[in-house]
């Protein structure tokens, strides 16, 4: 599946796991894929973030550029994060802890997956996108 697949609005509903803490929250809200240039997807992220007693609204940018090996996804500053590879882990090395993710799903629901393991962080952040309404 490739970026330029997944354009449109998708309502966002993501489990939040801090495990070294033994908490939970959750994220509601809208990510929304717009082809912004040719070979550029714009990724936003809108919600509301419910998590130990606290409601905080959450946003983030990410972009999608189209690279000499397929896709790739970059921090909205255009930091490089990860490839962009359908149901393969990819990894994102933020020291001192390090990001394994997963994309996978179709056209009608796809999933987001993050495991942050290091001496920082313990995390799991699973994100179900399914189409908005």
Known sequence: MLPTDLL???TLDRLVQDRRA??????????T????????VTWT???TLVFDGRTTPVSRTL???RSDTGWAV????GRPFHDWVWGSPVLHDCAPDTYT???GGDATRWTVRWDT??????????SVLTPAR
């Open 8 to 10: 449109g609005t998708w």
């Open 74 to 77: 970059h921090f909205a500053d």
């Open 117 to 126: 393991l290091g001496p920082a962080k313990d995390h799991r952040l699973d």
């Open 22 to 31: 033994g908490t939970s929250g959750t994220v509601t809200g809208t990510t």
């Open 45 to 47: 992220e809108v919600g």
């Open 63 to 65: 972009l999608v550029r």
């Open 33 to 40: 894929l717009a082809l912004t240039g040719p070979d550029v």
């Open 101 to 103: 993710g997963v994309l």
